[in-house]
């Protein structure tokens, strides 16, 4: 169940007045309580699941954003190019070649996050500052691929009551982005974009300097319960 209006306007507002975009996150949500959230005005959504987008996707109107967030494999990455708005979780120079192609066949371009690996916790996903470098120093920035826009940087923080930690992740995180921001990045106006932040540590995130939050089950309760 979605929260009422009101609910998802005070979270939308706060988060406005601290120039944060907030991303619902809809996996594993029906249509219709996605649609809930639409007809408050929520337009940007973030799904995990290929085949779950694609399902979900045409039953929604044309104009909501649909943010991948998930793991993305190369092979599936054509079934939602043609119309993502933005992939979150870009890790290998293998996947942001895979978006670019595909995107020049759309005849699009597509908005890519590249996702850091900020926690403490072993986890396949995300890049170290070593591979981002290296990931940089190929695509020469994002001159080199002219159908995605490298619009900045993801990442998800330790799953901890440790605020310090948590606090800790983000703001290296954020260290990062504006070393880029100001450096490698300087006049790419379109490197704007830093995603942290879910319901359990978006507060944490903001205060941090998060620029875009994704927070599910804050806004549709628990899933799968
Ligand atoms: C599921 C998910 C979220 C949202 O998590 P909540 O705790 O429900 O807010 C945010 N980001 C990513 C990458 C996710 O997979």
């Known amino acids: 169940m979605p929260v009422d209006r009101t609910t998802w306007q005070t979270l939308k507002d706060g988060l406005e007045a ?23 005005g929520q337009r940007d959504f973030g799904e995990n699941y290929v085949q779950e987008l694609v399902q979900k996707r045409p039953l929604l109107p044309d104009d909501v954003r649909w943010h991948f967030i998930g793991h993305l494999q190369t092979n599936k990455v054509k079934l939602i190019v043609p119309f993502v708005y933005m992939v979150h979780g870009v890790d290998s120079l293998r996947l942001l070649q895979a978006i670019d192609r595909q995107a020049g066949m759309a005849g699009r371009h597509v908005s890519c996050l590249l996702q850091m690996h900020i926690a403490r916790e072993e986890s396949k996903f995300g890049l170290d500052e070593a591979e981002l470098e290296a990931l940089l120093e190929e695509t020469g920035n994002d001159r080199g691929l002219s159908n995605v826009r490298i619009r900045g940087l993801m990442g998800m923080a330790s799953l901890t ?34 995603s942290m932040g879910m319901s359990g540590d978006y507060r944490i995130a903001v205060a941090e300097g998060s620029g875009m939050v994704r927070i599910g089950s804050l806004l549709f309760g628990p899933r799968g319960g």
């Open 18 to 40: 601290s120039g944060v975009t907030l991303v619902a996150v809809s996996k594993t949500q029906s249509a219709e309580a996605v649609k809930v959230l639409y007809d408050y």
């Open 161 to 194: 009551d440790d605020e310090g930690l948590v606090r800790e992740e983000f703001r290296g995180l954020n260290g990062l982005f504006e070393r880029l921001r100001t450096g490698r990045f300087a006049g790419v106006p379109d490197f704007d974009t830093l």
